[in-house]
Every structure is written in structure tokens, then in C-alpha cells.
């Protein structure tokens, strides 16, 4: 039988519709709930491979696979049953460890590491014995954490008991659902339980989970959804300095970024279109009033204006990325998916050091001294939060940093309702899952995006059958071009590409992205460089200095580098403007073969126990943008920042060819650029 393609390309717009089919593999939400466009694969269908493999490899090398070695809240946890005089008062913390586990649990998995799922499982084995939540927390907040970890364990374990803890935290939610701010719960964080809720419903049919949603959620998700759609008439005075606060919702960043997510899910149960078009309206402003490069906003506590020497807290990137995983898989919206990317691409490495034994509470775009330094005007944020360090400012980082490549990771496909799978984001990794009528398929994603934007996707099945693969194209990859064999499409930027025909093993489709550089006007004229999903910033020689900035003091001497703070000064100038005749077409990228060699050789003080010797987002780099430059005179620090880009700047009469490397490979940076033109 002669095999064809059939291609089509669906609009944006066509996303949110009702949903007849039912994938019989995945199921979708059940009655009174609309269906998802998407559903999540079971934990352990995606794992990656080439260089994010790697970079898992690196993650549970550092942090997240010692944590509880190193850290004593983790150490000594009511999490896992530990009581007494010697323990931190859990009540204080009560999200910290379930944090943790929100990385550690799924990395565990990824990797199939046993040293990791014993670690992993010494908690959730026993949080699930308990009959009474409040044992280990009465926190609602630290109990709505550790239910995102719930689904994940049992598709990856098997084990009921993790359904049956879901519905003791619904069931102690109910108890007290009426609390105000405080200890229990803040109000602002109530639509958390939205995380997870349907998928304890649809494995329970409990209707009290639907009451316990309705009746702790509803006015939450209410304000929040009217905040998003009256955002600019209500706040846009509110920056900077210390923003105004509307009723129990502030600007504070975390729970704006968390809080991205509660109307879309609400909306599920509700029917209400006004809900998940109050998260587009409110993203409009907030990349508006608050944007800065990689999809990110500026927070250093409150939201701060768009200046690239305001901070972003560590913690608005993950909880970013958890929202739009699940608005991804309820809507289907291709930005949703862009933004994703350029989160987990650039902000979050960014923010960390190469071997992910430090990070920094706010991150800059512009960002050309690390430092212990008062000069710099936070909100409410201590001098100490642009350190990379282990607890810079305050631990909720530290806990908070090992979720974001675990979750990506595991959310790069889903299942569709038609019995196929759909690749949501994109990077090297196999997938395995259940297709069609009962076929069984691995593709393997072979690339080394996004450092590249081309991909091969090696088809394997149990036997041969129809089915469709869908393929996000992203809003920045004008002129893609999709193949198999001699059959060439062309779909439409922004959209999603369906592929539907009969599949054999051995067959490979490729796309090519055909990724431009780009710019994008930034504050005060400047403009920041794109290609693909990945951003760009000089390249700047980078000194680091160990320094004591907080030691905590569970800390094992058997860790001295791994757990050191850091200062990083600039060896090489920064203060330089891009000269700029016709866009970005005048330059080219370089590729480069990435040299294995041991990471401690190059620079960036290290600590990565065992024979790891590769760090993907160091600047041993595989992708270097020369470009043309010229000093600017009057572009100078103010205090421990980089000051203002100049309105007017000063070139120097020397023209210079400079490096732009991408923003995750860099601790220091300049990625906001005066623009020169002749």
C-alpha cells in the first residue's frame, strides 16, 4: 500500500474548542470538566538524551542529588517522619523539601538513577503513610507542592497509595478552607491545588474534590483572573519603588507567575472563556510594564519595571515554567510553548553556575558584577541576592531550583486525542508511548537544539499503522521545512503541524527551523539579540572569588566548594554598543566542536563529585556570534550595576569584533545593547 503525508497546519485560534475524541491510552479529564487539547505523558515516556542527558547528569551530580546531605532542613525533615528537639521548626519552611522533590522525584526516573528514587522515596514513603496531613505541615502551601509530585510517582511507581494521599489533602483543604493569611495559607496561593486537583478527581471521581476546588478556590481564581484583565488600569503607577497592592493580591512575582495558571485550569471545571483569556491579557501588560529577554519578568520580590539591572527572582522561572506546562496542555497555544523554551533555555542556566551547586536569587540582563553589594536597589531583597551562592538572601531558591529541567524534560510530548502524540518543545530525547491502534512507537529526537534548529525524528514501531504526530512550530521559526524522504512541507510560523499517515520503523522526519537572528528594542532604545529560542550576550571574562555569605549549618566539610558563595568580577570591558547597518544580516554564527575536557580546566570553580566532565552551559560554548562593537564613553557602573544603556551614546572611533554567546552560558552579561548606526 503506497504510504503519503498529509499535512495540515490548524491556527492558534482553533485551540480551546470542544473535544470529542478520547485517546484511549491517556485518558482526558472526565464529566463536569472540559477536556484538555493535550494530555501529559506518564512519568519516564520522555528521557533524554545528548546533551541534556548531560545536563541531568550534571543536576543530579550537584544539588538536588546532595541536598539532603548539605542542607538541614532536608537533612532533618518532619517530611520524613523526623521529630524533636534538634529539628527546624517545619512550619516556618513548610514548602522547602517538597520543592526539592519536585526536581528530585522526576530526575530520579529520567535517569532511572536507584541511588536518587532512594533518596526520593525515604520521603515519599512516608508522607504517604500518613492519615493526618498536618503531621509532617499544617501548611496548605508545602501540602500543594508535594501534590504536584503525586501524579508523577504513581505513573513512574505504580503505587495507589500516592491517589489516596491526593485525596487526604483535599480532604484536610476542605477542613480549612476558610483560613485568612497566615501560617496555613496565603490567600494569594490558594488556586495551587488547581495544579493537581483534576488529576485527582479524574482518578478518584471524588465530587469533594470538586467542592473543596469551589469552595477554597473560587474567589482566588476570580481575583486573580480580574487582575490580569484590569491589570494596566489598576497598576501601571505602581512601578518602581514599592508597587501598590490591590486587596490580598500584591506584585509580588511569585505568585504572579504561579498564579498564571489558576484561571486556565479553573476554567476546565467552570466553562467560563473569560478565565484563560484573562492569562493572555495579563501577559500582554506584564511583558509590557515588566519584560525582559527569555520570556522572563522582572520580580526581585515585587515587580519592577523593565530596567535590565532590576532582578528576577530564581523562583519566578520555575514557577513560570510549571504554569505554562499546564496552560500549554489545556490550550494548546503555540507562545505558551516559545515561552517555555527560552525559559528553560536561558533564564534558568543562566541564573545557576554550570555545575548547579549555586544560583542567585535575582538574576540581570545586564549583569557585569556579582557582588555582596548594598549600591544595588532591590525590593525588599538583601544585598547578598545577586551572589551565586547556597542560600543568597533567603533559602526559597535553594529549594526551589531543581524542578524546571525535570519538568521540561518529561512535558516535551504529550498525548493528543486521536490516539497520537505531539512534540511540545524541543531538545535531544526518546519518547515512548502508544499510538494508534495498539502501536507501540520510540522516536528519537536527535539535535543538539538549541544550539541547532534542525531535528531528526527516527520513527520505531511495533508494527506498521496510521496515526498522527503533531510538531509545534514556533512563533520565531519563519520558513520551516518539514521532511520525509522526498516529500517537503512548509508550515506556517506559530502553528501547529499535524502529520498523519502510515508509519514504519525506520523512517525519519526532519525539520529545519530555519532560525534568523534577530532584535528586539528594549528600555532606553537598547536591543537584545535572538536566534531561535536562545538569547545572546557578550561574551565577558569572568573572575570568581570565593566569599562567606551564608553557611548553613547542617553543611558536611566533605563539601567545601560545592556549597561555597561567589563573587565574579569583570576581567574583560562590557560597555559596548552593536553596530548595527542592516538588522542582524551582516552576521553570521560560528559553530564549534564542544571539547570534553575536564570542567575544573576551564575557569569556573567547580565541584561535581563523581567523573562527570562535561557542563553544557558553560563557555566552553558550541555557538559564538561575532559582531561588530564599539565602546561607549558614557555607558558607565552606577554603584554595583551596569548604569543606564545611554539614550544618546558615545561611541569610541574604534570599531571592535566582540563574542555573543548565549545568555545560559554566561554569569556575567551584557545583553541589553546601545545600538550604533553609521
Request: hydrophobic share 35%; net charge neutral.
Amino acid at each position: 500500500m503506497k504510504t503519503h503525508l498529509i499535512l495540515f497546519v490548524f491556527a492558534i485560534f482553533c485551540f480551546g474548542a470542544n473535544i470529542s475524541a478520547q485517546n484511549q491510552y491517556y485518558p482526558n479529564n472526565i464529566e463536569p470538566l472540559l477536556k484538555t487539547q493535550y494530555m501529559k505523558l506518564p512519568l519516564g515516556a520522555v528521557k533524554p538524551t545528548g546533551w541534556l542527558r548531560d545536563q541531568l547528569v550534571v543536576q543530579a551530580n550537584g544539588l538536588t542529588g546532595h541536598l539532603h546531605e548539605v542542607w538541614g532542613i532536608a537533612h532533618t525533615s518532619s517530611w520524613k517522619g523526623d521529630f524533636g528537639q534538634n529539628v527546624l521548626p517545619e512550619c516556618c519552611y513548610p514548602r522547602f523539601v517538597p520543592r526539592w522533590l519536585e526536581g528530585l522525584v522526576p530526575l530520579a526516573y529520567q535517569l532511572d538513577d536507584d541511588r536518587l528514587k532512594k533518596i526520593a522515596n525515604r520521603y515519599m514513603g512516608y508522607v504517604m503513610t500518613l492519615e493526618d496531613p498536618a503531621i509532617a505541615t499544617p501548611s496548605l502551601v508545602g501540602w500543594s507542592h508535594m501534590g504536584r509530585i503525586l501524579q508523577g510517582y504513581y505513573e513512574a511507581t505504580g503505587d495507589d497509595r500516592a491517589i489516596k494521599t491526593c485525596q487526604r489533602i483535599f480532604d484536610y483543604c476542605y477542613k480549612v478552607k476558610d483560613v485568612k493569611d497566615g501560617g496555613v495559607v496565603t490567600k494569594k496561593r490558594l488556586g495551587m491545588f488547581l495544579g493537581f486537583s483534576w488529576w485527582g478527581y479524574n482518578k478518584t471521581g471524588d465530587l469533594n474534590i470538586l467542592k473543596t476546588v469551589e469552595a477554597a478556590s473560587k474567589n482566588n481564581v476570580d481575583e486573580w483572573a480580574d487582575y490580569f484583565t484590569n491589570f494596566e488600569e489598576r497598576d501601571s503607577t505602581g512601578m518602581p519603588g514599592y508597587p501598590q497592592r490591590i486587596g490580598s493580591h500584591g506584585l509580588h512575582g511569585v505568585d504572579v507567575t504561579q498564579a498564571i495558571q489558576y484561571p486556565v485550569s479553573y476554567y476546565l471545571y467552570s466553562k467560563d472563556e473569560s478565565y484563560k483569556n484573562s492569562i493572555f491579557k495579563g501577559m500582554e501588560f506584564l511583558d509590557k510594564h515588566n519584560g525582559q529577554v527569555n520570556g522572563r519578568w522582572n520580580a526581585d520580590e515585587w515587580l519592577a519595571g523593565d530596567k535590565p539591572t532590576q532582578g528576577t527572582e530564581l523562583c519566578n522561572v520555575t514557577e513560570m515554567t510549571y504554569s505554562l506546562v499546564k496552560d500549554f496542555e489545556a490550550l494548546g497555544v503555540v507562545s505558551l510553548a516559545d515561552r517555555l523554551e527560552r525559559l528553560v533555555y536561558n533564564a534558568l542556566p543562566g541564573t545557576c553556575t554550570g555545575d548547579m551547586w549555586a544560583h542567585q536569587y535575582d538574576q540581570q540582563a545586564n549583569q557585569v558584577l556579582v557582588s555582596d553589594d548594598s549600591t544595588r536597589i532591590w525590593h525588599e531583597n538583601t544585598s547578598t541576592s545577586n551572589v551565586y551562592g547556597f542560600t543568597p538572601h533567603y533559602p526559597c531558591c535553594l529549594s526551589n531550583m531543581h524542578s524546571t529541567y525535570p519538568r521540561f524534560v518529561e512535558n516535551m510530548w504529550m498525548a493528543t486525542n486521536d490516539n497520537g502524540l505531539i512534540a511540545v518543545a524541543y531538545g535531544p530525547n526518546v519518547v515512548t508511548a502508544k499510538v494508534g491502534k495498539n502501536i507501540d512507537v520510540t522516536i528519537t529526537q536527535e539535535t543538539n537544539y538549541p544550539f541547532s534548529d534542525e531535528i531528526s525524528f527516527n520513527i520505531k514501531v511495533s508494527e506498521s499503522g496510521s496515526f498522527p504526530l503533531y510538531f509545534r512550530i514556533p512563533e520565531w521559526a519563519e520558513g520551516s521545512v518539514v521532511t520525509i524522504g522526498k516529500e517537503t512541507q512548509h508550515p506556517l510560523k506559530g502553528s501547529i503541524c499535524k502529520i498523519e499517515r502510515k508509519w514504519t520503523s525506520g523512517q525519519v522526519l526532519k525539520i529545519k527551523f530555519n532560525h534568523k537572528l534577530s532584535t528586539e528594542d528594549r528600555y532606553n532604545n537598547a536591543v537584545s539579540v535572538s536566534w531561535g529560542p536562545l538569547d545572546f550576550a557578550l561574551r565577558i571574562g569572568e573572575s570568581f572569588k570565593k566569599i562567606n555569605i551564608h553557611r548553613d549549618r547542617y553543611i558536611q566539610t566533605s563539601y567545601p566548594t560545592g556549597v561555597a558563595d561567589w563573587q565574579i568580577e569583570a576581567t574583560t570591558p562590557w560597555n559596548y554598543g552593536l553596530v548595527i547597518n542592516n538588522g542582524m544580516s551582516d552576521y553570521q554564527l560560528e559553530y564549534k566542536t564542544i571539547s570534553k575536557m575536564p570542567f575544573a580546566q576551564r575557569g569556573e570553580p567547580v565541584f561535581l563529585p563523581g567523573a562527570m566532565d562535561f557542563v553544557p552551559w558553560d563557555q566552553d560554548v558550541p555557538l559564538v556570534l561575532k559582531v561588530k562593537a564599539r565602546r561607549i564613553s558614557n555607558w558607565k557602573m552606577d554603584g554595583a550595576n551596569a548604569g543606564d544603556v545611554p539614550l544618546i551614546p558615545i561611541a569610541s572611533d574604534k570599531e571592535e569584533i566582540v563574542e555573543l554567546i548565549p545568555y545560559g552560558c554566561t554569569r556575567l552579561r551584557i545583553s541589553e545593547f546601545p545600538v550604533i548606526k553609521k
